[in-house]
């Protein structure tokens, strides 16, 4: 048979101020959240806020390609 391709797909979300930050200065670490998103419903690439452990608070989170 032959396979079909999945609406949903695994996506890497990755901190958006820990690489602005790892220019300036050493950074210990950059935060990323696995997660998955519909491919029809979000055609774009994905943006969540999410919490940031090396940042220590809130950042946006955006999807990375693989």
Known sequence: MAKRKD???TVILDCN?????GFKKVS???????????RHNTPNQLELRKFCPYCSKHTIHREIKK
């Open 17 to 21: 101020g820990c690489i602005r930050n």
């Open 28 to 38: 210990t670490g950059i935060s990323r959240y696995i997660t998955q998103k519909n």
């Open 7 to 9: 609406a949903r797909v």
